[in-house]
């Protein structure tokens, strides 16, 4: 009597069967024992202790489970409740993936950042110099910008920033597609395994797109509504170029874009990818 008052004492669920199955001693109102059962074989002859395991339980609580089997085909098991440590840990884990997300993720237009950009490109310029296929950058500005942030405020101009980004991102519609903000008013669309031809369907595509958006710019010397430029590179990486050269082109390419009127985009051609720190991007003039 007084050993099963001490087992109902017991912060666990305890039970102990026979070879034959007949459970020999147990606490039975532990609410940890409901659902413990006698395994479907005793494997007789054979001592061992198996590794606890994590069982889940009705109404999101959970179980460590304990194990031991004796020679003769005895089973003894325990479970402890850990429910408050599993929640703790999946809430911990939750903390620390929302970090990550927020490390990688620009907090005004939901994009990825310019961390997140450097290592995705990082990537997929190994993974193109591996498979020697093709990668394209696109490198998107948005015109007039800072005439945009003084006629309508800045407010308006994150608004702006957040109606393009959305643009952009409907442009991505391939598989490995990736969007970032670059910085300011400027994008990125990077394009694994595209090459010039495809860059530059996706590119009018972001102009013509950003036109039927048709969002006033009443300070835009272009036209009444927002308008971008942009510069397209597009190479199959090899050992003379690196992923900067590949930005390098396209911001360079992006300049030649706005120096030639804007609302359009170039193609990185010969001069932009050998172009160096000390050469202007742009003619004289505002951006």
């Known amino acids: 009597m007084h050993a099963l008052e001490c087992l ?3 912060d666990v669920g305890l039970a102990v069967w026979d070879a034959q199955g007949q459970r020999l001693v147990w606490n039975p109102t532990n609410d940890r024992l409901q659902g413990l059962e006698a395994p479907a074989d005793a494997w ?14 009705a109404g999101n609580r959970w179980a460590l489970v304990y194990e031991a089997r004796s020679a003769a085909g005895c089973t003894a098991m325990a479970r402890v409740d850990v429910t408050d ?7 911990l884990e939750d903390r620390v993936h929302q970090l990550a997300r927020d490390s990688a993720t620009d907090a005004l237009t939901g994009l ?3 961390r997140h950009f450097d290592a995705v490109l990082s990537v997929e310029w190994n993974r193109a110099a591996r498979t020697q296929s093709p990668l394209s950058l696109l490198m998107v500005d948005i015109d ?3 005439k945009f942030n003084d ?8 608004r702006c920033l957040q109606r393009v980004a959305a643009t952009l991102l409907g442009c991505a519609r391939r598989a490995g597609d990736f969007v970032a903000r670059f910085g300011g008013e400027e994008f990125v669309l990077l ?9 530059c369907e996706t590119a009018q595509q972001c102009i013509e797109h950003m036109r039927e958006v048709s969002l006033p710019h009443a300070a835009s010397p ?3 509504f927002v308008t971008l430029s942009i510069g397209v590179a597009s190479l199959a990486p090899d050992s003379s170029s690196t992923a900067t050269s590949l930005i390098n082109a396209a911001d360079a390419a992006m300049y030649r874009a706005k120096s030639g009127g804007r609302a359009r985009y170039e193609v990185a051609g010969l001069c932009d990818w050998e172009i160096d720190d000390e050469t202007p991007r742009t003619q004289p003039g505002a951006l």
């Open 85 to 91: 440590l599993v929640r703790r840990t999946q809430d």
């Open 8 to 10: 109902e004492a017991l």
């Open 144 to 146: 007039h910008f800072k």
């Open 151 to 158: 006629y309508y405020g800045h407010l308006k101009g994150d």
């Open 44 to 57: 007789p002859g054979h001592s061992m202790a198996l590794a606890p395991h994590l069982q889940g339980m």
């Open 112 to 114: 990825a950042n310019r």
């Open 191 to 199: 394009l694994p395994g595209v090459g010039p031809e495809e860059a």
């Open 222 to 224: 272009v036209g009444p």
